[in-house]
Structure formats: C-alpha cells, structure tokens
C-alpha cells in the first residue's frame, strides 16, 4: 500500500499551526516517513498541486484569492482537514462575524488605501466555504492530538478527539475551579485537548480550542454577569477565539440581559 | 477487627518503616491545594485538611491509563506496572466511596485493572476534621468500620489504630514495639467525646431522608429545567466524586504501523457524548435528562440495587461546582420545589 499523498496549506493566521507541525521535532523522521508530502510551503521547495488523500488547512480565509486557492484544494482531495481555531472557527478575525458592518469596519482601518494584491472578505472558517472532513482545533494544535489523528487517518481509522470541556482535564489535574474564585474562565465553554494548560498555572482558560460538544453559553453568561463583569465584557471575553460559534449562540443574551436591567 | 493504641510521636518511625513494603502516598499541600502525593514521610502530609480535590479512586482508576498494547498478533495487559502503594490519611467517607467502587469492580464483573491496583493498595485511614460541606452525619459514613487495612483515630493525646485486615495486620508486626491494647476507661471515654464531637461537627444541612420517594415523586418536576438551565455541563461534579467512575475507551496507533495502545480516560454522564450510540441516536441529548440521570442515580437508583446511595457525604461537589448545583441543593430544591438562590 503506498503511503497518504498530504498537502499542508495555510490561509490567514499565525502559521503556528504548520510550526507546531514541524515541532514534532522526534516525530517528524515518521510523519514524513509515514505520509507523502506533496505540498507543504513552510517546510519544503519543489511543492506540486496534485490529487491529495488529505489536505491539512491552516488560517481562515479572508481574501477572494485564498478562496479559489482553498476551492481549488478541495476539489484535489479526498479528505480535507481544518488545522488549529482559525481554520475551524475563525480566529479572533472573525470576533465580530455575527455583528456584520464588514464593509464599515474595513473603511475604518484602510480608508479610501488602494488595495492591490486580492479583495478582502470578512474572516471566515474554512467550513463556511467547503467540505471539512474533521477539525483539529487549537491555538496552536497540540502535537500530541494531531499526530493522534494522523496516526489513525494512515491506518484507516477514525480520529477520535475529546468531546468534552477543558474542565474534565483541568478536574484532572487537581486545580482548583477558577470561576469559583469568581474570576472569568472560559472553561466550561471549550473543548478539551490542550491538557488545561493554563489554568494549571493559574491562568484562566480565554477559550483557544474553540466550542465543545454541549456548551451552556447562558449559564456562563449569567455567572460572570453576578461576578460582576459587565456584559460587554464577557461578550468580548467569550467570543474572542470562536467567535463566529460562539456568538451565534450570545445572540439574545445581551438582549435579556437589557431587558432585565428595564 | 481489632483496636490498639498508639503514641503519636511514633506515627513517623512507623511510617518510615511500612515505605518497605511500598511508596508512600499522602494529602499534602500544593499551593493552596490539597492533593494526594507520593510523600517522604509525615512532616510532608497535611492531616488536617478536611478533603483532597480528587478522591483516592485516581489510585485504583486513573484518569487515563494504558490497559494494553496491541499489534497484528495480539495484546497484552499492562497490569505489571502498578507498584505496591500505602495510602496514607484517607477518611471515612472516602474509605466508603473505595468499598463502592470495589462493588462496582470486583464484584459481578471483575475487572482487571482496578484488580490488579487494589491488591497492590493498603489503605490506612485516618480520622478528619469535618467542615461546613461534610455531609457524613446525614449519610453515616461519618465512621468507618470495615474496607480499610488500618484505621488511626487521632484522640489527641494518642491514636487509636483499627486493623480491618491481615495486611494491615502484618503492617503492625513491622513494629509491633510501637503499638499496645493497654486500653482503660479513659479511653473509652475519650473515644466516645470524639464521636460525640465529630457528630457535632456536622453543619452542611443535608437531608437525604426519604430521598427515594422524593425523587420517584419529583421525576417529572419542572425543577429539573431550572437547574439544567443553570448547568455549565462542566462535569467537574462527576470527576470529584468518589463513586463516579464511567469511563470512555480509545485506541492509539502507533504512526505509520499497526501497534497503538487502548487507553482508558473518565467519562461523565453529564456529557452528550456518553449517551451517544451508533447511527447517531443520543438517549440523553438533553441537559435536564442528564442532569436528572446522575442524582436519580446516585440518590435513587443506586439504593433499590445495593440498598444504600452511592453519595458518601465528602461533599466534594459542594466545594466543585461554580454553579452550585449539588447533592444538597438538589435534594432541598427536590424536597421544598424551589431552586435556591
């Protein structure tokens, strides 16, 4: 059997996720060994457009370029993976997707400036667009889960990626609950995967792993609100990263909130 | 069962000497956190702390752990890697939570992980100062008289030593200089002030009385909706708890080969996916039908099986949940038909 033909791609963001890739520093002799690299401009030259068993995408996509690049990568492969939280929910790019005022907010930032290289769009996950066979979130995406998911995709199984919040694998770890020192902590919002490593230090989780399965976005909401924060604030607290899921399900929120206050 | 007594400046010699037989493991402090922890000696324990954030259940079913390696040809056990560990300092409704998770484990259907750790466990239990979350006295497991191997009641002036096994027996007769049955009036007096006392100790208002019957009548009850409204389906309630113990299993294969291990991870009943079957069907897709499944399960059903509930009263949920939602709130809201503030 010939190894999985890979392409590697990335859009608008950080590359972090293609450096946590390339990180795998002791793995990378067997994740090269093991799949057939294609494409992958960050680490190699001599990179071919070719039919893919799976294509790996970074970033969210933002231009109309990138659009008909990403398109265009799509219609090469089987199966196309979403790669760390821009490319499964948008990043903080797409904070403020559900507001709309694209076009106002643009304007704001480049004014009447000629822009020559593509048209902007506003930020959007790559599944806004095309297909996603599988997300794999994380800002950046832990080595741990991906070459999990990589292992099973080249054996022919499923990946299986936790479901459930960052607080399961912060109970673990034995910290103490940092939304009952009644400090914001988006824990109970966010997949799992990353191993809590910020509230292991003491440091609240700002929710980079995107949505998990079952988030009760009204009760965190109503929390931090009697902790005191304002509903501005928790809305930025809380959309920051996956914003365009998450906001979908703040809508309504502030607008009970503001009913209460009348 | 047999009771001695002992000076409690010698609990440090006999301490260092049971790290023969295995590592010792104790509550000590981590910051502000109370964990159990691989430990040196006494100086390094906290004794005093009311309750560690996980139970000992991490000992005998961990987190998340290898049960075996697999490639084309077969599989084998990991089960040889447990190393022999004294728990020291763990309390009676803890020592309870460890006799229902042997029922669980050992009893129709022995499992062979949790075996294997339980037989290379000793238990040496240790009395505790109840705070204003204990809910022992409400469920009786504020005292403990059997499922440990030895159980040091600290009187003070001196301890008196419960031996629940011949392990904890031949534990004893490592140093048995240290421990005498010289036990005279004084004695039992003090020992029956401390009871007395701990009793008294009890504040946390919880009413398990009836419970059956309260929830058989309140199934149906719009209090649930209120409380899955105020769920965070965090699942910290079910990982602090020393009676949970559902778990998930997964493969991981090793890249570009056919060998990988099953690991064994805790799950929760409170999350969607537990409920999730083949074809996409989900028996519990709603927060309010899980929600109600773990109390009905802990305060109902678990009594009409095994003739007890399956809450020990440490009232880790109490001190876990950010949202309040607990063994207490629940059955006071079940029982007077309003969620409290």
């Not at chain 1, 910020?198 to 009760?216: A, E, F």
């Not at chain 1, 509903?231 to 809380?238: D, L, M, Q, S």
């Not at chain 2, 504040?203 to 909706?225: C, H, K, V």
């Amino acid at each position: 059997m010939s190894s999985p033909r890979v392409g590697i791609y990335g859009f608008t963001g950080c590359a972090g996720d293609q450096l946590m890739i390339l990180n795998c520093e002791d793995r990378l002799i067997d994740l090269f060994g093991a799949v057939d690299i294609l494409s992958f401009a960050m680490a190699k030259s001599d990179n071919k457009d070719e039919e893919l068993d799976v294509a790996f995408v970074e970033g969210s996509i933002s231009t109309e370029e990138q659009l008909e690049h990403l398109k265009n990568i799509r219609s090469r492969a089987k199966v196309l993976v979403a790669i760390g939280t821009c490319a499964c929910w948008g990043g903080p790019q797409a904070m403020k997707l559900e507001e709309g005022g694209f076009e106002k907010r643009y304007k704001g930032v480049y004014g009447d400036a000629k822009i020559a290289v593509s048209k902007a769009l506003e930020a959007q996950p790559v599944d806004a667009f095309v297909k996603v066979e599988l997300k794999i979130p994380g800002c950046p995406i832990d080595k741990t889960e991906f070459l999990s998911a990589v292992s099973k995709i080249v054996a022919g199984r499923h990946p299986y990626f936790y479901k459930f919040p960052v607080c399961t694998e912060c109970k673990w770890k034995e910290n103490l609950c940092i939304l009952l020192e009644g400090k914001f902590c988006a824990g109970p919002l966010t997949k799992a995967g990353c191993g809590a490593v910020c509230p292991s230090h003491n440091i609240p989780c700002v929710g980079c792993w995107g949505p998990t399965d079952d988030l009760n976005v009204g009760a965190e909401y109503k929390l931090l609100i009697e902790k005191g924060y304002s509903p501005e604030e928790v809305t930025r607290k809380i959309t920051k990263f996956s914003g365009a899921e998450v906001a979908k399900l703040m809508k309504g929120l502030e607008l009970k909130d503001m009913e209460a206050k009348k | 069962m047999m009771i001695l007594k002992m000076k409690k400046e010698d609990l440090s010699v006999f301490l260092e000497t049971v790290k023969e037989w295995g590592e010792l493991w104790g509550p000590a402090r981590k910051g502000e956190r109370v964990v159990f922890q691989r430990v040196d000696g006494l100086s390094q324990m906290d004794l005093k702390a009311t309750r560690t954030i996980i139970p000992p259940k991490k000992f005998l079913y961990p987190q998340r752990f290898t049960m075996f390696d697999f490639d084309d040809k077969g599989y084998v056990e990991r089960t040889e890697h447990v190393p022999n560990r004294i728990l020291f300092g763990i309390h009676p409704c803890d020592i309870h939570g460890i006799q229902v998770m042997d029922e669980l484990f050992l009893e129709e259907y022995r499992d062979p992980y949790y075996a294997e750790r339980r037989e290379k466990t000793l238990l040496l239990g240790h009395s505790c100062i109840p705070d204003d979350k204990c809910m022992c006295s409400a469920r009786d497991t504020e005292f403990i008289a059997e499922g440990f191997d030895l159980f040091f009641t600290d009187l003070k002036m001196f301890y008196l030593v419960w031996v629940g096994s011949s392990r904890g027996h031949d534990l004893v007769r490592m140093r048995p200089e240290l421990f005498n049955r010289n036990i005279g009036r004084d004695d039992i007096l003090n020992y029956n002030e401390y009871r007395k006392w701990k009793k008294a100790q009890v504040q946390s208002g919880a009413d398990f009385t009836g419970m059956p019957d309260i929830f058989e009548l309140g199934y149906n009850s719009p209090i649930w909706d209120e409380l899955a409204e105020k769920c965070l389906s965090c699942g910290q309630c079910t990982m602090v708890c020393p009676t949970c113990n559902c778990f998930n299993v997964v493969d991981e294969v090793e890249l570009g080969t056919v060998e990988g291990t099953r690991d064994r991870f805790w799950d929760s009943c409170m999350f969607r996916e537990y409920s999730l079957v083949a074809g996409g069907h989900n028996f519990r897709d709603k927060r309010v039908e899980r929600l109600k499944l773990w109390y009905t399960h802990k305060l109902q059903a678990y009594i009409s099986e095994f003739g007890e509930p399956s809450c020990v009263g440490c009232g880790r949920c109490v001190a876990t949940c950010p949202v309040d939602i607990n063994v207490v709130t629940v059955t006071k809201a079940l029982r007077e038909q309003e969620v409290g503030k």
